[in-house]
């Protein structure tokens, strides 16, 4: 299992190698390093690592602490690292099978956003009509105004949802982990907007048979 921190350090030449450096020396391996946001002199930035046995990710926070202008916003344990073509793999997947697009894009989202689970929600009426693996029993989720934006649940999950279409939408959670940045927002609905397009040619019959049921809690 590996562990996704987000931290956030001086833009300034140096910075992110210092911080390396840092994990370095205690044996932490670094696997992905993703830039989320640059300005005013500062920068945010999410690193996939595996740490050594029995090493906490407060360790790693304490650490990086002791290097000036750096801090841990928060840290989340996630499956592996994400492949540079594993975006490209999903669209491809989607127009290679239209009638299981929305599918697709569920199943793939926790990976492509480090999350836990996703689901795909009708609208109106926000009931469930796809769910990922290890998504906990939802039930109606009360949409509002369909725009993509970032949101907590009352038990602390952070969730990002974005219109898919205008018949769905799509819910992605993830557990004791900072909010979604506003990157990784537009990157959900990017990929949700293409998979929408492709769903639009597709007949409804033909949509993986989807129904409106309610996900069984797994994992």
């Known amino acids: 299992m590996l562990t996704r921190m987000r931290i956030r350090l001086p833009d300034r030449p140096g910075a992110l190698g210092r911080a390396a450096a840092a994990l370095g020396t205690v044996g932490i391996d670094i696997h992905q390093v993703q830039a989320l946001e640059r300005a005013a002199n500062r920068a945010i930035v999410d690193l996939v690592v595996a740490l050594p046995a029995a090493m906490l990710p407060g360790a790693v926070a304490r650490i990086l602490a002791e290097i000036p202008g750096v801090r841990v916003e928060g840290s989340w344990q996630t499956s592996d690292s994400l492949d540079l073509d594993t ?119 033909r949509r993986g048979g989807l129904s409106l049921v309610r996900p069984s809690t797994q994992g």
């Open 87 to 205: 975006d490209i793999e999903v669209l491809a997947e989607t127009v290679a099978n239209p009638g299981r697009a929305l599918h697709v894009l569920v199943d793939a989202a926790p990976k492509l956003l480090h999350a836990h689970w996703a689901a795909a929600l009708a609208v109106p009426g926000g009931d469930v009509v796809h769910a990922s693996w290890r998504t906990p029993k939802i039930g109606s989720v009360e949409l509002g105004t369909l725009r993509p934006r970032a949101l907590t649940a009352p038990d602390g999950s952070r969730l990002a949802l974005a219109p898919l279409g205008s018949r769905y939408a799509i819910l992605v959670g993830r557990r004791n982990a900072p909010p979604f940045h506003p990157t990784e927002l537009r990157k959900l609905s990017v990929l949700a907007d293409a998979t929408a397009r492709v769903l639009t040619g597709v007949p409804e019959q």
